[in-house]
Structures are given as structure tokens and as C-alpha cells.
């Protein structure tokens, strides 16, 4: 079992930043990915960023430039720095751990980010 534990989110304008912190605890395997996904009102969930414990990353192209992603293995904690943020970032996000080529998987329950024009 893996836990994973979501902090950082909140109420922002236009323009501003946020940084979203993700923590693992639990059976961590020691190649992963940990990553970030977000799901609007109306919408389906979709990828945001992804990062492997190799450190290969993986953007949505609606992010990149802007959202950058990061991970301390040893803390087992993957981090969502987002500038300049846009009205439509806002959604849930949500934390995701996998392992074993995807089909270990584990979500984490989410928080909101909302983006005021």
C-alpha cells in the first residue's frame, strides 16, 4: 500500500504562483513515477506533468514553459511549482504514484486550485 498525501493548493489570481507538494509514505518501490494530473468541472482527468524516479519528465503541452515539476527521492515527495497561472488551470489536482510498468497505481485525494480571473 502507498499513501500519498497532497498539500499546496488554494485561491489565486491570474498571474500568480502556486506550488503543490505530493508525499509518499507506504511500500515505495524504487522506480516509480510520481506525478500530477487535474480534473476541471465538466472535464475528464487529464495529465498534467509526470516525473520517474530516474528523473525523466513527461508535460502537458497546455504547461509547459510554465508548470515545472520536481521530486526529493529521498523524502519521496514530488512537488507542482506553477507560474503564471491561468484561469483554466483551475481544477483538482490530484497526485499519482505508479509502479511496475503501471500497474501498481495510487491516487491521492486532491486539491483544488482555482485561478480567478
Known amino acids: 500500500q502507498v499513501q500519498l498525501v497532497e498539500s499546496g493548493g488554494g485561491l489565486v489570481q491570474a498571474g500568480e504562483s502556486l506550488r503543490l507538494s505530493c508525499a509518499a509514505s507506504g511500500s515505495i518501490a524504487s522506480i516509480n513515477t510520481m506525478g500530477w494530473y487535474r480534473q476541471a468541472p465538466g472535464k475528464q482527468r487529464e495529465l498534467v506533468a509526470t516525473?520517474?524516479?530516474?528523473?525523466?519528465?513527461n508535460y502537458a503541452d497546455s504547461v509547459k514553459g510554465r508548470f515545472t515539476i520536481s521530486r526529493d527521492n529521498a523524502k519521496n515527495t514530488v512537488y507542482l511549482q506553477m507560474n503564471s497561472l491561468k484561469p483554466e488551470d483551475t481544477a483538482v489536482y490530484y497526485c499519482?504514484?505508479?509502479?511496475?510498468?503501471?500497474?501498481?497505481?495510487?491516487w491521492g485525494k486532491g486539491t483544488l486550485v482555482t485561478v480567478s480571473s
Open positions: 516525473r520517474t524516479s530516474g528523473g525523466s519528465t
Open positions: 499519482r504514484y505508479s509502479a511496475a510498468y503501471g500497474t501498481v497505481n495510487y
